[in-house]
């Protein structure tokens, strides 16, 4: 069955700029903000006028209400306004200009929102609905031209209004990753509801002084005792598209009774593992997902495979990070095992291994890879990053078989963003590399927990039986 294809026009693009005077200059960035992802990481909020319980916007009155309360909420949250400014070897600075963060209105051929339902879950088994990969929802997203486009020039934040002919619209989110994390993200998109709101911008404000991680500072006289290995991971064997088959996407849900049922799988013999402390609900899921991966791809007994696993070092530095840090404050690290053992043992080995990777990045690990990345003339070998002409700067690309990555936003405030208009009636992301993976909380509010996961379009199936059978076993 054909995938259906999602039209947009772009009716409208500007500047929204702060609507007061703010700080301007250079301001310094950590290592963290320079290395990993670097561009920008999008999110999608859809809004339907009829689940909302308060007076929905029509027409105009939407755009302008956001505009306008993004322009103040930018007053407080002033970096997003800025740009970057290359340094030279990969390093940056925040160059605090006001130039504004993008707002762009748009209109979707598609008239009403019911008729995208089939692509916000994977198809069945049988085939009988398409399946998306996170290329269908790309429209919906403000796009950043990496090609063309000097880093120098990019907004850190894009917006994009896309209106439905069912009256309602999805709001993409587009900000840069050098300059906030999804914690720090979500903090400013829940404040700028606030702002819309009428309520102002309340509770912690923004911390951006980067010297808490010594950003802009140089390297100590110590030598540091970070291991670069830490950066490696198994070669790819097969990257993206090479056999012509493609990718998609699945979005499987475990409720919170299955969630449990998982964890009681992995800590039934803690015993047996070197830890006494139970796995947590994010080891667990991480665990039980590179396990089905491994199955679902067929991987042999002898090869080893990694997951990565993204690390906030907020509370794991010492001393730890203000409340309201607003940066990017995580560092990737990567559990590794032979297929064959992860598959064959119980899945508290797995929960071990991810959770052995984890409690490696502790204060002194982090500070001595801050160190590390101080000592080294260049960082692009670090960034995964677009070089002008389109070219990716990463030599070994992380993502596709055997690898796969699984972020967590579940301790992430993701849902329930309401900018005067009611909640969103469904939050998702675009992806599209093989392995990429996101667990987030259920829309439902019941404990349940979503897991999307993007793989070679011949395994999906294969992935979901294992996902659901396995948890019997």
């Known amino acids: 069955m054909a995938m259906m294809k999602l039209a947009v026009t772009i009716k409208e693009s500007s500047l929204v700029k702060p609507a007061e005077a703010t700080w301007t200059g ?12 670097i561009t920008h990481v999008d999110l999608l909020y859809f809004y339907d006028n009829k689940s909302s319980t308060t007076c929905f916007p029509q027409n105009d009155a939407a755009s302008d209400l956001l505009k306008d309360s993004l322009s103040r909420t930018l007053v407080t949250f002033y970096p997003l306004a800025g740009r970057l400014h290359p340094k030279g070897g990969g390093r940056l600075e925040l160059n605090c200009n006001g130039s504004g ?3 762009m209105e748009a209109e979707a051929e598609t008239t009403s929102l019911d008729e995208l339902s089939s692509w916000f879950v994977g198809a069945d088994v049988s085939g009988n609905k398409p399946r998306p990969s996170g290329a269908e929802f790309m429209p919906l997203v403000p796009a950043v031209d990496y090609g063309s486009v000097p880093i120098g020039e990019w907004p850190l934040l894009l ?3 896309t209106r439905f002919g069912c009256g309602g619209f999805c709001l993409g989110f587009n900000m840069c990753h050098a300059v906030a994390d999804g914690l720090a993200a979500m903090h400013f998109f829940h404040e700028w509801a606030r702002v819309a709101r009428g309520e102002g911008v309340g509770g912690v404000g923004p911390v951006f002084d980067r010297r808490v991680l010594r950003g802009g500072q140089p390297p100590l006289a110590r030598q540091p005792a970070f291991d670069p290995a830490q950066f490696d991971h198994p070669p790819v064997l097969l990257h993206d598209n090479d056999n012509g088959i493609g990718n998609a996407a699945t979005r499987l849900k475990l409720t919170k009774t299955q969630v449990h049922t998982l964890k009681e799988m992995a800590n039934k013999d803690l015993s047996s593992t070197l830890t006494t402390r139970p796995y947590t609900t994010y080891e667990t899921l991480t665990a039980h997902i590179w396990r089905c991966a491994c199955k679902a791809r067929k991987l042999e007994p002898n090869q080893l495979t990694a997951v990565g696993v993204c690390v906030d070092a907020r509370r794991r530095v010492d001393p730890p990070l203000p409340d309201g840090y607003f940066g990017d404050a995580v560092i990737d690290v990567k559990a590794t095992g032979l297929s064959g053992d992860l598959v064959a043992r119980p899945l508290g080995y797995a929960a071990g291994r991810v959770r052995e990777a984890t409690e490696k990045a502790d204060s002194e690990f982090l500070w001595s890879a801050i160190e590390y990345m101080k000592n080294q003339p260049d960082l692009t070998k670090f960034q995964d990053f677009f070089e002008e002409g389109g070219e990716e700067e990463e030599e070994e690309p992380f993502f596709g078989i055997p690898n796969l990555n699984v972020t967590s936003w579940l301790r992430l405030s993701m849902l329930g963003l309401d900018f005067g208009f009611g909640k969103e009636v469904r939050m998702d ?3 599209d590399f093989d392995g990429d993976t996101t667990l987030s909380g259920s829309q439902d509010g ?7 996961i993007c793989l070679r379009s011949d395994h999906i199936d294969g ?7 396995d948890i019997f076993i």
């Open 26 to 37: 250079r301001m310094p960035l950590s290592e963290f903000d320079m290395t990993g992802t």
């Open 159 to 161: 917006v994009q209004l």
């Open 446 to 452: 019941d404990g349940s927990v979503v897991i999307s």
């Open 429 to 431: 992301t675009t992806f």
């Open 101 to 103: 963060a993008q707002f």
């Open 463 to 469: 992935f979901e039986r294992c996902f659901y059978d």
